[in-house]
């Protein structure tokens, strides 16, 4: 595709549900990131999966949260049993290997109610 | 591991006036920095990179930003802006090659008032 894509872009779920967001990377993109962007926040790191090797979770809020990544492709953040301190903006970005230029997704908004 | 600290969380100026977005950044290693921009309703888009060569980078609508090591600083100016230029930036790091995650500062609300 032309750009990062993210689905849904919105997401309105109850607190305690699962929730899954999708991300289709740019192609040939070997790095990808997930972020959490909340009010005043900026942009929170959340995991980074870059190539064949072991992602970097470091930033995961709680093991509430997790993601994938397969074939090297399309990526899935989920969190389960939202709570209403998860509502943020998420976003995926995509980057060659070597980084020099992070592309971004348009975000999913998550509302947790 | 690196962070990233920008000092300002707004900044308000008068059209046509010169703006600095100051970003201080902390790395045991060398670093490749970045300045994004946010329009309102918008996804983030690269301003400008410093990877390595000349401490001055010039980026896209007029905007350049100067890497300084002693000052572990790379701040963002412009001479003279326009109301189109309100805007969240987002400064950020990254280690070399790619091998550690990109992190992001808070932002720095950017309003250009007529």
């Known amino acids: 595709g032309a750009g990062v894509s993210q689905s849904p872009s919105n997401k309105v779920t109850e607190k305690g549900k699962d929730v899954e967001l999708r991300c289709d990377p740019i192609?040939?993109?070997?790095?990808l990131y997930w972020y959490r962007q909340s009010l005043g926040q900026g942009l929170e790191f959340l995991i980074y999966?870059?190539?064949?090797?072991?992602?970097?979770k470091s930033g995961l809020p709680s093991d509430r949260f997790s993601a994938e990544r397969t074939g090297g492709s399309v990526s899935t953040l989920t969190i389960q049993r939202t709570q209403q301190e998860d509502s943020a903006v998420y976003l995926c970005a995509s980057s060659l290997q070597g980084i020099t230029e992070a592309f971004f997704g348009q975000g999913t908004r998550l509302t947790v109610v | 591991a690196q962070s990233v600290t920008q000092l300002d969380s707004q900044v308000p100026v008068f059209e046509e006036a010169p703006v600095e977005l100051r970003c201080n950044y902390s790395s045991s290693v060398s670093v490749y920095l970045f300045w994004y921009v946010q329009y309102p309703n918008q996804g983030l888009q690269l301003l400008l990179k410093y990877l390595s060569g000349s401490t001055l980078v010039k980026g896209i609508n007029g905007f350049e930003a100067e890497f300084n090591k002693s000052q572990t600083s790379f701040h963002l100016r412009k001479p003279s802006v326009h109301i189109s230029d309100t805007a969240e930036y987002f400064c950020a790091v990254s280690g070399p090659g790619g091998s550690e995650k990109l992190v992001f500062g808070k932002g720095t609300k950017l309003t250009v008032n007529p």
């Open positions: 999966f870059q190539g064949n090797s072991a992602p970097d």
């Open positions: 192609s040939g993109h070997t790095a």
